[in-house]
């Protein structure tokens, strides 16, 4: 279990950064697509 534990948070410090990117990656697609969608939404 403690092993499991220390395994975890190994991952977790290892992963963190690039979870992190990846959220940022995402966010910045949402907001392009949303502007996208806004933009659309005033042209028509």
Known sequence: ST???RMFCLVYKYYK????EL???V??????NFMLLNFHSVIS
């Open 27 to 32: 966010m910045k697609g949402a907001s392009f």
């Open 23 to 25: 959220k940022l990656k």
């Open 17 to 20: 950064p690039r979870f992190v």
């Open 3 to 5: 092993a499991f534990i």
